[in-house]
């Protein structure tokens, strides 16, 4: 009784310390504009630390690999910054960059491929770096030994066949089926060794180009010094109209049988990924009664349902979680848990009660602390310059309005669970679950 008492008065405390604060604070004002060459700049200044942030978004992730190449958007994205020195060079362009201290990163995922450039602004050297990355992006040869390497490489973390890979991916090529969207899970030693060298450097030229770009920065740095760094890393960038729109997502029809999966590993635990198809995107009117149905759920650590009921009253779990990730078009909505062995079963009957229970939605002392703290974690989106940088460049990406995030914080302010209830119903339907189970035989 004590210990209810004690979180009573958190969520009280919680909802005073919001009422407290005021009208909720603005998202950063956003600039867009498009440069003449098709590429879409998403800028927002930030000079409290010298430090700029610098995104390139292609539409090239692992949706746009041919069929039967899966793992072709990851290799080329990866191998941009590759070249063999001329006798005159000394470094390599991933040297000169990580030399001069500075960091890039990159990465292809569900539906777009990403490089991220975080440059000293006050150091004098930032456009000189740019000046690298651009050379690259428009010169990237893919040489040979060094693609054999990055394929061995990524042959080690792909399984040998996709039918056989771990129950995180496997739940994927389930959810996205015969889609694009499901390249990125295809992936396995045949479709990297079906990726060449010739292969890559057609995909560079089909899909890096100006107009399939969206660009954000957000750092020490004002427009005029924007609009010339993106000028220099398009310039050299071949002309041409975006990539053709992807076909909608469609979640597979997929028979009874079929959605129950077990993927037979050695262990003391069994894992259980439960997962939802949504055919939603972040525009959709049903997103925010979603994102906070599924933050009350699964989402918000101690304080989620699943936590207080699986594992502080059944103690069938030491963490369990829900989360839900969308690409443009469509995504899933997934509960990840473990539990010993000797459990399964009693958390699978559990965790099937529980989640048919939520179909009638939150409660309402749910909702109200639920709500209060996600509006209070709202207020600290973008505390740092990457976590800016990732808002911003999802924004611009999936082509929200520019106050999407004001009007998101607008909309979970005024949620109830009548509506909660009724989008839960709407896109988590118990027809559509997929369940895949992870360790020793039944």
Do not use: C
Request: net charge neutral; no cysteine.
């Amino acid at each position: 009784m004590a210990a209810k008492h004690v979180v009573r008065l958190l969520s009280g405390l919680a909802v005073l310390v919001l009422l407290a604060a005021g009208p909720a604070q603005a998202f950063p004002k956003i600039e867009n504009w498009v440069t003449a060459q098709g590429t879409e700049v998403y800028f927002v200044p930030r000079h409290e630390l010298p430090v700029i942030d610098l995104r390139l978004d292609f539409d090239a992730g692992e949706s746009r690999s041919p069929a039967g190449k899966a793992g072709m958007a990851t290799m080329v994205v990866s191998a941009i910054l590759d070249k063999e020195l001329e006798a005159y060079e000394l470094e390599r362009p991933y040297q000169q960059i990580a030399n001069s201290g500075n960091h890039i990163g990159m990465s292809a995922g569900r539906d777009r491929a990403s490089i991220s450039l975080r440059m000293i602004s006050r150091s004098g050297n930032y456009n000189a770096i740019v000046g690298v990355l651009a050379r690259q992006l428009s010169e990237a040869r893919f040489p040979a030994r060094s693609t054999d390497y990055r394929r061995d490489w990524q042959k080690e973390q792909a399984p040998r066949e996709a039918a056989k890979a771990r129950a995180d991916v496997r739940i994927d090529q389930l959810v996205y089926g015969k889609h694009p969207y499901a390249n990125l899970d295809l992936r396995d030693e045949d479709s990297l060794d079906a990726v060449g060298e010739m292969g890559m450097r057609s995909f560079h030229r089909e899909y890096y180009r100006p107009g399939n770009l969206t660009l954000t920065v957000v750092g020490d740095v004002d427009r005029a010094q924007v609009e010339k760094m993106v000028e220099e890393l398009t310039r050299y960038l071949p002309r041409g109209e975006p990539a053709a729109p992807l076909p909608k997502f469609t979640p597979p029809e997929l028979p009874l049988e079929q959605r129950t999966v077990h993927i037979s590993r050695a262990g003391s635990q069994t894992k259980f990924i439960v997962a939802y198809p949504l055919t939603i995107s972040n525009s959709s009117p049903d997103y925010p009664a979603l994102l906070l149905g599924n933050y009350i759920l699964g989402g918000s650590g101690q304080r989620a349902r699943l936590m207080k009921t699986i594992r502080q009253q059944a103690g069938l779990t030491y963490g369990i979680s829900s989360s839900m990730v969308l690409a443009r078009d469509g995504g899933s909505l997934q509960i990840t848990a473990r539990t010993r062995n000797d459990q399964k079963q009693e958390m699978a009957k559990q965790l099937a009660a529980e989640l048919l229970r939520y179909e009638n939605g939150p409660s309402e002392d749910e909702l109200k602390e639920g709500k209060s703290f996600f509006l209070l974690e709202m207020e600290q989106w973008g505390a740092t310059n990457q976590e800016l940088l990732d808002l911003v460049s999802s924004l611009g990406y999936k082509k929200l309005p520019l106050d999407y995030y004001d009007r998101l914080r607008e909309s979970i302010a005024k949620l109830d669970v009548k509506t909660i209830s009724e989008a839960w119903k709407r896109h988590i339907r118990s027809e559509d679950m997929i369940i895949i189970t992870e360790g020793p035989e039944q």
